[in-house]
């Protein structure tokens, strides 16, 4: 019998889409590259959110939001990666 082959057509995702995302939405816009990541910013946001009210969310707020940015970019290399692996083999 013939073998059958199957193509699959999955989209990488966009560096730079993450990135804007990121930056304008924090953590729900890490729910791009990776949910998890995106649920655990976005709880770490939150309760940054209210240690604002103790000064010290202020200084917490850009730390945290450049995590979340460099996050994101991990999380949508490993993704590609993972995608083009999956196809070449």
Known sequence: MAETRINVNLPMKSRGASVLLT???GGLGLLYAT????IIMTIVEVINLFLCFLVIGFFLLPIIHII???????????YNKELIA???S
């Open 68 to 78: 979340t940015i460099v996050w994101g970019l991990k999380a949508v290399d490993s």
């Open 23 to 25: 930056i304008f939405f």
């Open 86 to 88: 999956s196809v070449n």
């Open 35 to 38: 949910t998890k990541g995106g």
